[in-house]
């Protein structure tokens, strides 16, 4: 496949990605159609399937881009002096601010998800979001603002934490009354900060 057949490929998966995002939104995975995707992005179903082999593989693809391309924007607007303890806060607001605004990651946390989720477990474990997460405690390591830790356990704890705080935890506080949103988030961010600094 040369340049031009893969960006025409790449902006097809785009338009289906621009189309599945909101109808996954507003109708949830399951009522979500191949159909309803093919139509709302102007596609044929001929065209879907040369791009994606299914409607789970067009939604975990689609968490994929969506890191990706706020990731990106992200780092785009980092200082290139900022230390790990303060790119870590920020990675933590991107975190939050991703998820409440585009909704549809909060998918991910729910019960009709789970087999597509468990098949796209190590596909997000190696992917941007936890290798950035690696990138920044190696650097608090090696700096020593970061206590000496396994790093891969540490991104485990802090991608669970941060995923609970903006995705379960306003779910179970509703009905409990028990914790705010947004002053448990704030909690978490402080807990995980806590929880990796290097003793002073």
Same mark, same amino acid.
């Given at each position: 496949?040369?340049?031009?057949?893969?960006?025409?490929? $790449?902006?097809?998966?785009?338009?289906?990605?621009?189309?599945?995002?909101?109808?996954?939104?507003?109708?949830?995975?399951?009522?979500?159609?191949?159909?309803?995707?093919?139509?709302?992005?102007?596609?044929?179903?001929?065209?879907?399937?040369?791009?994606?082999?299914?409607?789970?593989?067009?939604?975990? $693809?689609?968490?994929?881009?969506?890191?990706?391309?706020?990731?990106?924007?992200?780092?785009?607007?980092? +200082?290139?002096?900022?230390?790990?303890? $303060?790119?870590?806060?920020?990675?933590?607001?991107?975190?939050?601010?991703?998820?409440?605004?585009?909704?549809?990651?909060?998918?991910?946390?729910?019960?009709?998800?789970?087999?597509?989720?468990?098949?796209?477990?190590?596909?997000?474990?190696?992917?941007?979001?936890?290798?950035?997460?690696?990138?920044?405690?190696?650097?608090?390591?090696?700096?020593?603002?970061?206590?000496?830790? $396994?790093?891969?356990?540490?991104?485990?704890?802090?991608?669970?934490?941060?995923? +609970?705080?903006?995705?379960?935890?306003?779910?179970?506080?509703?009905?409990?009354? +028990?914790?705010?949103?947004?002053?448990?988030?704030?909690?978490?961010?402080?807990?995980?900060?806590?929880?990796?600094?290097?003793?002073?």
């Amino acid at each position: 496949m040369d340049d031009e057949q893969r960006a025409s490929e $790449d902006q097809k998966r785009e338009r289906i990605f621009r189309a599945a995002e909101p109808l996954f939104e507003r109708y949830g995975y399951r009522k979500t159609t191949v159909e309803d995707i093919c139509k709302a992005a102007g596609v044929s179903k001929r065209t879907f399937y040369e791009l994606f082999q299914d409607k789970a593989d067009v939604f975990t $693809d689609l968490v994929v881009f969506i890191a990706e391309t706020e990731m990106a924007r992200w780092e785009r607007s980092l +200082s290139p002096s900022i230390e790990p303890k $303060d790119e870590l806060l920020s990675f933590m607001d991107l975190h939050a601010t991703v998820h409440e605004k585009r909704p549809v990651l909060n998918l991910v946390f729910t019960e009709e998800l789970h087999e597509v989720v468990a098949e796209m477990t190590e596909d997000i474990v190696r992917g941007p979001i936890y290798e950035r997460f690696r990138q920044i405690i190696e650097r608090g390591k090696q700096s020593g603002q970061f206590r000496p830790m $396994d790093t891969d356990a540490a991104v485990w704890m802090v991608g669970a934490v941060m995923n +609970s705080m903006h995705s379960v935890v306003p779910a179970w506080a509703k009905p409990l009354g +028990s914790c705010d949103h947004r002053r448990c988030a704030e909690e978490a961010r402080t807990f995980i900060i806590n929880g990796l600094l290097a003793k002073t």
